[in-house]
């Protein structure tokens, strides 16, 4: 791929699960925590009852397709889909909100919060998860003076 070319780039992360995830009281659960504690809605042409809930994550081009399925997606505890905030205080936000969730809702699934120092790079983050098979972790690129995504040297 010559420099020249578009980079490709994520827009969107698919989980099959259980239909009755999709339904009723669950499904409105679901979308409570999503829109409260990461701020994604639901794209209103692609939610159907028991099939398909598609969550707007601030972007139409980036959303998590959730689609009911007999053989939903099971997956091991360090599975995982990453999220990038800018700033320790912006995921702080998010944990907090999700803390704050949990309070009337024990399937909220929070891990401790973490910082590992790399030297050119203090990386914060949390896994957080709720009713779905994969858990988020939120991540915070704290880079030093000269470092950053693109330079590390």
């Not at 889909?81 to 205080?89: M, R, Y």
Request: glycine fraction near 6%.
């Amino acid at each position: 791929m010559s420099t020249s070319d578009p980079i490709p780039r994520f827009n969107h992360v698919a989980l099959s699960v259980s239909p009755e995830l999709l339904s009723g009281e669950t499904a409105r659960d679901l979308l409570r925590f999503y829109e409260e504690v990461f701020g994604w809605g639901p794209m209103p042409t692609m939610v159907k009852e028991g099939e398909l809930i598609v969550l707007r994550a601030h972007s139409n081009e980036q959303f998590v397709y959730l689609h009911g399925s007999d053989e939903p997606l099971r997956c091991p505890p360090g599975d995982h889909f990453g999220l990038q905030v800018d700033t320790p205080a912006a995921l702080d936000a998010v944990l907090d909100r999700a803390r704050k969730f949990a309070e009337a809702d024990d399937r909220v699934e929070i891990s401790e919060r973490q910082t590992e120092d790399f030297k050119v790079l203090e990386l914060h983050s949390v896994y957080i998860r709720y009713l779905l098979p994969m858990r988020i972790e939120l991540q915070c690129f704290d880079w030093a003076e000269g470092f950053g995504a693109a330079r590390t040297a």
